[in-house]
């Protein structure tokens, strides 16, 4: 859940000030499984088969609804809203899991390259200048 991740991240960046003279070097990257389709439904029906086994043997549990699977449109709010939340300099994306085919994660590759990522990296500009603009 963000809010445990989040304690984890506060955590990190305080040790890393207080124990490095330059938090130049200061690195946060998270990383989650994405899927995309034309709505958040079909999204959710295709990749459920392959997640929820692979999340079964690993935790048990399941299927976690925090993570990205969904239309283009709720991938880009999702990653947007980790960025706001994490503040993180790296995301990596999971695609390929429980013998997904390579022409399905091939699609996924597209759609992120050139239409999710591109939109993604507008909007934390956009986030950005507007908190430079704060201080100014």
Same mark, same amino acid.
């Given at each position: 859940?963000?809010?445990?991740?989040?304690?984890?991240?506060?955590?990190?960046?305080?040790?890393?000030?207080?124990?490095?003279?330059?938090?130049?070097?200061?690195?946060?990257?998270?990383?989650?499984?994405?899927?995309?389709?034309?709505?958040?439904?079909?999204?959710?029906?295709?990749?459920?088969?392959?997640?929820?086994?692979?999340?079964? *043997?690993?935790?048990?549990? !399941?299927?976690?609804?925090?993570?990205? /699977?969904?239309?283009?449109?709720?991938? +880009?709010? $999702?990653?947007?809203?980790?960025?706001?939340?994490?503040?993180?300099?790296?995301?990596?994306?999971?695609?390929?899991?429980?013998?997904?085919?390579?022409?399905?994660?091939?699609? *996924?590759?597209?759609?992120? !390259?050139?239409?999710?990522?591109?939109? /993604?990296?507008?909007?934390?500009?956009? +986030?950005? $200048?507007?908190?430079?603009?704060?201080?100014?």
């Amino acid at each position: 859940p963000v809010a445990h991740f989040n304690k984890t991240v506060d955590i990190y960046r305080k040790y890393f000030t207080e124990n490095n003279a330059s938090t130049d070097n200061m690195i946060v990257g998270i990383t989650s499984l994405v899927y995309i389709d034309e709505t958040d439904e079909k999204a959710y029906k295709r990749f459920y088969k392959y997640v929820n086994h692979t999340l079964k *043997q690993s935790n048990v549990h !399941g299927l976690n609804p925090e993570i990205s /699977v969904g239309s283009k449109q709720t991938i +880009i709010n $999702k990653l947007v809203h980790q960025y706001e939340v994490y503040r993180h300099d790296r995301h990596m994306l999971q695609l390929d899991l429980g013998g997904m085919p390579a022409a399905d994660v091939e699609r *996924q590759i597209k759609i992120l !390259g050139e239409e999710i990522i591109p939109e /993604v990296k507008r909007r934390i500009q956009e +986030i950005r $200048k507007s908190e430079e603009n704060k201080w100014k």
